[in-house]
């Protein structure tokens, strides 16, 4: 539901690093985004379009959401392991509920490529 | 054609904040709780309930966040009790620069715990962290079970659960005992607390429990 103040955030690093660096077109942003992670990546896309448009810098660029898997890391059998049903946070190995999140709640701007 | 790598952190502002907050609050030995649950499961009237028991045996303050009224700040002010409202105009959540500048509205420097009702929300709220020491998550039997499982981020991270309503137990199918599983499996270490905003019911425990936190901040 933040989707959009979010972007607005991704465009600014982006303008602001695109200003320092000489680069006047940017053809591809590139964002990491967690399935924890309360974003939703369609909405990103919308937003992006939203953002971009009648803008210069981003005439006819696109967005680029890499998703990442949850993966937990079970802290009795040290086994890692990906989401399961209904239940993300038990061992699949051995059924623990001691586990740490090891990936999966990732929301960053990982890189833009432009000229 | 360039390639620029950022590794930009998304919120990274927002947790700058939250970091400056928890300072602030820390240098207080003041204990902050956030507050939060889906539209309608009684976080207000759970904080009524308390403020009546505690009132008097602990400075408080409230800030309260709703996307555009004020009801919900005026319920709490009846109750003599410092409340600042933050209106998100439509926002889904707060964030800690509402919260720092709320903080800077309210009055006095002598609080011993400080609640911060989020915007009801079970999606949003969960990623913004405000500083809190403790992230209180209430929901409610009416909600039905599934809320757990569909929402497990918010459940996980938090530090202290209610199921409130829990006069209504007979009157809905909500399962305690399939609750109890579902919370081993998501969050098996945070402390849950039974209780009824309507009827008190569970209230006491859940007070002397924040009794017993605020002692320990303090120390």
Known sequence: MHELALMQGVMDAVRDSAAA??????????????????????????????????????????????????ICSCQQCQQLFTRQEQHIFVCSGCGSNQVDIIQGREL???YYEGD | MVKVRL???????NELLARKNRNIFSAQGLLVINLMSSPGSGKT???????DSLNGRLKLGVIEGDLYTDQDAQRI????????????????H?????????????????????????????VCPAEFDLGE???????????????????????????????????????????LERF???????????????????????????????????????A
């Open chain 2, 77 to 92: 002010e009846n109750k003599g009790v410092r409340v600042i409202q933050i209106n998100t105009e439509g926002a889904c």
């Open chain 2, 45 to 51: 009237t759970i904080l009524e309930k308390t403020i």
């Open chain 1, 21 to 70: 660096n000489s680069i006047s077109k940017v053809s591809k942003v590139g964002l990491v985004v967690g399935k924890l992670s309360m974003v939703l990546p369609d909405s990103m896309l919308f937003a992006f379009e939203v953002i971009s448009a009648g803008e210069d810098l981003f005439q006819g660029a696109v967005l680029e959401i890499e998703e990442k898997e949850v």
């Open chain 1, 108 to 110: 960053y701007l990982d």
């Open chain 2, 7 to 13: 590794e930009h952190n998304i919120l990274g502002a």
């Open chain 2, 180 to 218: 109890r599983e579902d919370l081993a499996r998501i969050n098996p270490s945070a402390p849950l607390f039974l209780v009824s905003g309507r009827t008190g019911e569970g209230i006491n425990d859940w007070n002397e429990w924040l009794l017993r936190e605020v002692s320990a901040k303090r």
């Open chain 2, 94 to 122: 707060l964030d800690a620069g509402m919260v720092d500048k709320a903080f800077q509205e309210l009055p006095g420097d002598d609080l011993d715990l400080l609640f911060i009702e989020n915007v009801g929300n079970l």
């Open chain 2, 133 to 175: 020491d403790l992230k209180a998550v209430v929901m409610s039997t009416a909600e039905g079970n599934d809320k757990l499982t569909k929402y497990p981020l918010i459940f996980r991270e938090a530090g202290v659960i209610l199921l409130n309503k829990i006069d209504l137990l007979p009157y809905t199918d909500f399962s």
